[in-house]
């Protein structure tokens, strides 16, 4: 069973920086899709960022440009490097994982495992 557990989390000003960890262990799946998922109060959770097995990446466009995916395949930890952060990125993040599917890149959509997420608060 896969285990996904988020760090990194914390309270910053409008303009700031944040770098996420997502640490995984137990079985993995091969190949995967891996993916952030923000959670705003009141809102429902979605996501921003996706990453396969094979560094394929896909960004919501709210966060182009701000925000990077990437992954230390050696360590099993998938990181979210967040920069010049707003207000309305302040939600709680989550990390999700499921199996890749041949021919199609990695949505947003069909994760089943979830960690327990980590906060983030961003004030003006």
């Known amino acids: 069973q896969v285990q996904l557990v988020e760090s990194g989390g914390g309270a910053v000003q409008s303009g700031g920086s944040l770098r996420l960890s997502c640490a995984t262990s137990g079985y993995t799946y091969r190949p995967y899709c891996m993916g952030w998922f923000p959670q705003a109060p009141g809102k429902d959770r979605e996501g921003v960022a996706t990453i396969s097995t094979y560094g394929t990446t896909a960004y919501a466009d709210s966060v182009k440009g701000r925000f990077t995916i990437s992954q230390d395949t050696a360590k099993n930890i998938l990181y979210l490097q967040l920069n010049n952060l707003d207000r309305e990125d302040t939600a709680k993040y989550y990390c999700?994982?499921?199996?890749?599917?041949?021919?199609?890149?990695?949505?947003?959509?069909?994760?089943?495992?979830w960690g327990q997420g980590t906060q983030v608060t961003v004030s003006s």
């Open positions: 999700a994982t499921r199996v890749y599917r041949a021919g199609a890149s990695c949505s947003f959509t069909g994760y089943g495992t």
